[in-house]
């Protein structure tokens, strides 16, 4: 089986561009390359610099020896109030599980999430979620993810004038 390395600082590129491969397969529709991209690249870089962090990232390295990544699966560690199902109030949100379309098919995403679950788990963390595409539900249900019951919603906050431009870019 394949393993998956925690990826760093240095993949923050190739994560970013996996990251347009995603809303590709998600959609259909890969986004521009524009100012999302590069605000993207920093925001790995800071959060993949801290080995002991709320993230990680794992990732396949291109196995036909040259440069880049091929598949990859980011996540995060929020902390929320407690409850009676979740005494830490820690969960686990993953996002960002992407394999380049050549390279699919071989166990990669699948490397890249066990790794990724691991984490989550060595730090204690007792729920993970995702969104899933229909392409990728099959594999998330393998590893034990279910549809939940819990409606969500989502609202747009627009900046207040004057905040800072990474705060007014929508994607």
Not at 45 to 60: C, H, K, Q
Not at 122 to 138: M, Q
Not at 139 to 154: D, V
Request: proline residues 9%.
């Amino acid at each position: 089986m394949t393993e998956a390395r925690r990826a760093g600082p240095d993949d923050a590129a190739e994560l970013t561009r996996l990251r347009v491969v995603m809303w590709a397969a998600m959609d259909g529709i890969a986004p521009e390359i524009g100012p999302w991209h590069a605000a993207t690249v920093d925001r790995f870089r800071e959060t993949l610099a801290d080995p002991d962090g709320t993230w990680a990232a794992f990732v396949i390295d291109n196995p036909d020896q040259r440069p880049g990544l091929v598949s990859c699966a980011v996540g995060t560690i929020e902390r929320r109030l407690p409850n009676p199902n979740n005494l830490t109030g820690d969960f686990g949100h993953i996002f960002n599980v992407a394999t380049d379309p050549s390279y699919r098919r071989r166990g990669y995403s699948r490397a890249c999430l066990i790794a990724l679950l691991t984490w989550y788990s060595e730090r204690g963390v007792p729920r993970v979620e995702l969104n899933a595409s229909k392409d990728g539900e099959p594999l998330y249900q393998q590893l034990g993810f279910a549809r939940t019951g819990i409606p969500a919603m989502r609202c747009w906050v627009p900046p207040r004038p004057g905040a800072a431009p990474s705060t007014s870019v929508t994607v």
